[in-house]
């Protein structure tokens, strides 16, 4: 069955664009998460979505960054006015529940700030 | 809080066993993960142990204890596609994983 699928693969922009990337999560999987990884270090959590409960945004690193669920499915992390530092992989995972369950990954977009 | 702490880096020869340990610290215990990341690619899910002991996968084995707040992958028969980051990752609360930084295990012949 088809996986996590994330768009754009690559993104290269300047710094001050706003950027959207889009996540599409196994179908029937309730729980989304996104991830920020940079060259060499862990993932860094950023937001959780479960079902329809309010999202758990605690690992926003600025007000910069917001994300949406739109019908309990695909997600759009949109970061306004690029920085540098943003530069990194943003990965996002869905799983069935949450709850202790494995998260399976989409491939991953390379974000690129110049 | 959560930390998490592992090797940064390992190498191991072909066909021989690695075992990579885990520490953490965590105020609520949901189980504990372990995921395999190659080079520019997305993390995979390996192991999940909740209760103290010894899974054993395959060539791959994860082993827990919660006492110690402790834990290893242990990676038999190595081979050069081993060659990855190892990832573990606890919950924080229920459903946040909390990653440690990896551990990049080099396979050489």
């Known amino acids: 069955g088809a996986g996590v699928s994330q768009s754009p693969s690559n993104k290269v922009t300047e710094k001050g664009k706003d950027v959207e990337l889009r996540c599409d999560p196994i179908?029937?999987?309730?729980?989304l998460y996104w991830y920020r990884q940079s060259l060499g270090q862990g993932l860094e959590f950023l937001i959780y979505?479960?079902?329809?409960?309010?999202?758990?945004k605690s690992g926003l690193p600025s007000d910069r960054f917001s994300a949406e669920r739109t019908g309990g499915s695909v997600s759009t992390l949109t970061i306004q006015r690029t920085q540098q530092e943003d530069s990194a992989v943003y990965l996002c995972?869905?799983?069935?529940?949450?709850?202790?369950?494995?998260?399976?990954f989409g491939p991953g977009t390379r974000l690129l700030v110049l | 809080g959560q930390n998490i702490d592992q090797p940064t880096e390992m190498t191991a020869t072909e066909g021989a066993i690695v075992q990579i340990n885990c520490t953490y610290q965590t105020s609520g215990f949901n189980g504990l993960f372990w995921y395999q990341q190659h080079a520019g690619e997305a993390p995979t899910f390996l192991s999940y142990n909740v209760l103290d002991g010894l899974e054993e996968k395959g060539r791959f084995s994860s082993f827990l204890s919660r006492s110690k707040g402790y834990s290893y992958l242990l990676l038999k028969e190595l081979q050069m596609k081993d060659s990855a980051s190892y990832l573990c990752a606890v919950p924080r609360g229920s459903y946040i994983p909390t990653f440690g930084r990896g551990t990049s295990l080099i396979v050489h012949p």
């Open positions: 979505f479960q079902g329809n409960s309010a999202p758990d």
């Open positions: 179908s029937g999987h309730t729980a």
């Open positions: 995972a869905s799983s069935l529940d949450g709850v202790g369950e494995t998260q399976y």
